[in-house]
């Protein structure tokens, strides 16, 4: 990858000219008036979140079409989804930045900034899901009156442990890389207001060799343990299901499959920001085609794996020879809910193909149309994970159906909100691509055609 | 001399000539030196003399710790609260390896980072060289070389004139 990101950046640029174009974006906002539209349409969907939390919180779950036995559904559902997108920020920021993926420089800011919003909207539906969420705190081990202790031979004791550790590493390394940038927004904030708030947040950073150093190690580290991080934290999702008995979950393909997968749909996400926020800001000198060419083939080289864990998985029910596993298998293909598994097959793998062609992976708006299309195949296909498996289980008794309420689909549109809105406050007050790491790329890249 | 002063701070164009510069203040006897980058340079640290940080070290023991941690806190709740599941083991270390490897990443990760403040000096809210006229350059697309007031061979004028003479483009005594 070194040859080609030798000249990732186009290298008729000023080092001072791209911190200056990159901390005018808080400072002087360019787009106030597209900005506030969104932000407007953002709110809507919080707004709907909040109607659709507290009718949750007073009449209970019994408002979502969950039943026995569906019991989980679009909580759950939505839960895979959302964390999976995050997957992908931290695996572009930091798999990339152990690779000297130089290209990442451009992408890795924003696509962090998504993945803490993106897990806080995942990590919300276990707790909206618990019914009684006043009660979630006993999940954490804490010496109660009724001595009893969380059970941490279950998967659902893991989750909690993996998603919070998960968040909160996100978080430290999101902005231990920002404190940099942080530090040179301060230096050329000239508002009172903002002066303080970078001054603040910076927290004294002036860029010396020593602290450099210290830093350079500690955040290289910090993302070789993210990168693991992200392979165990879906993995253990994956657990939640491969690890109850029902036929269609009770399966090993399902740790790679769910992580690839989740790799899959977030690097759709990230497309469809990147390519937004580069139309939106003008900054089609630091977002390139090239960048776009090599997000389309990361898409397309994850969608392939995505696309062999769907043969294993029939392969699996097919060699394991299992009546229960059989059935599901023939629910998925032809059931009632077989439009999400075809579904997820049209959205995720069809359109998918056009990104062989370069053209295809360097144009802006095709891009975006495939991205979008991977993001509702996959949520298609947790929906056909959850809902196909528990709508028959072993039991003929027990069958039933799944239909999701208009409070099922409200809260999955206002956690659209719950992402939006502190995404559109986070481009509007951190420069939402690293500056030095740009610096820094520029200078090898100068160094490189004078030297 | 050195009482009202911080040290003399001179500025670069490009951190080659900043790395030069160090080169002639270390064989011109300085060692109080510190440089300004806006992103990390590659190979200031040998010229400076820098010791080789040990946050990985850090990160070893927080994970250590953290895993510790988990094993005993998941042993310690199931000797405390036994129950029988199907009469599998109370102590499983398989289901307890998932917790064990989220503490490890998390107290790693968090020592690492904290240490890594810690050892900065980090937060503070100011520092004498934000007094420096040309100091907010140090994060756009400037190169700065700071030599300390305590430093044996500093001198106003001789450590001025030294700064001009290895190229800098502006030198300035930053008070204390």
Known sequence: MTDRSADILPVNQSIGGVSDQLTGIPLH???????????????????????????????????????????????????????????????????????????????????????LFAVVCAGIYPVLHLGRPWYLYWMFPYPATMEVWPQFRSPLEWDIWAVLTYLTVSLAFWYTGLIPDLAAARDRATKRGWQIFFGITSLGWRGSAAHWL???????????????????????????????QIPGWHSTIFPPYFVLGAAFSGFAVVSIIAISLRSWFGLNNLVTDDHLDLLGMVLLATGLMTAYGYVFEVFDALYSGDAHELQTLTDRLTGAYAWTYWGAIAFNFIPLQALWWRSVRRTGWSLMLISIAVAIGMWLERYMILVTSLYRDFLVSSWSKFTPTFWDWSTYFGTIG???????????????????????????????THG | MADHAYGMLAEFDSPETLKTAVRKAREAGYRRLDAFTPFPVEGLERLLRLPRPNISWV?????????????????????????????????????????????????????????????????????????????????????FLCIGAADGEFDEDRTSTFLRQVGASSVELVPR
């Not at chain 2, 998932?98 to 520092?127: C, D, K, Y």
Request: hydrophobic share 55%; aromatic share 12%; glycine share 8%.
């Open chain 1, 214 to 244: 210290r830093w350079s190690q500690a955040y290289r580290l910090t993302a070789g343990l993210a990168v693991p991080l992200v392979v165990s934290v879906h993995s253990e999702v994956s657990l939640l299901f491969a690890a109850g």
């Open chain 1, 29 to 115: 906002f360019p787009a106030e008036r597209r900005w506030l539209i969104a932000m407007l349409f953002a709110s809507l969907l919080l707004l709907l979140f909040l109607v659709s939390v507290v009718e949750l919180f007073t009449r209970g779950v019994g408002i979502w079409g969950i039943n026995i036995p569906v019991n989980w559904a679009f909580a759950i559902h939505n839960y895979v989804w959302w964390l999976g997108i995050g997957h992908a920020g931290t695996l572009i920021s930091a798999l990339l930045l152990l690779t000297q993926s130089e290209w990442r420089n451009s992408l890795n800011r924003f696509a962090e900034t998504m993945t």
């Open chain 1, 418 to 448: 719950l992402f939006l809105v502190p995404f559109l406050i986070a481009i509007r007050v951190i420069p939402l691509i690293s500056i030095f790491e740009t610096e820094e790329l520029l200078h090898a890249e100068e160094e490189e």
């Open chain 2, 59 to 143: 990160g070893l023991i927080g994970g250590l710790v953290g895993g510790s941690v988990a094993l005993l806190m998941q042993c310690y709740v199931n000797y405390d609260f036994p129950i029988n599941v199907g009469g599998r083991p109370l102590y499983a270390i398989s289901a307890f390896a998932v917790v064990m490897f989220e503490l490890t990443i998390l107290f790693s990760a968090l020592s690492m980072i904290g240490v890594m403040l810690w050892q900065n000096g980090l937060p503070r809210l100011n520092h004498p060289l934000f007094g420096a006229r040309r100091f907010h350059l140090a994060s756009k697309d400037r190169f």
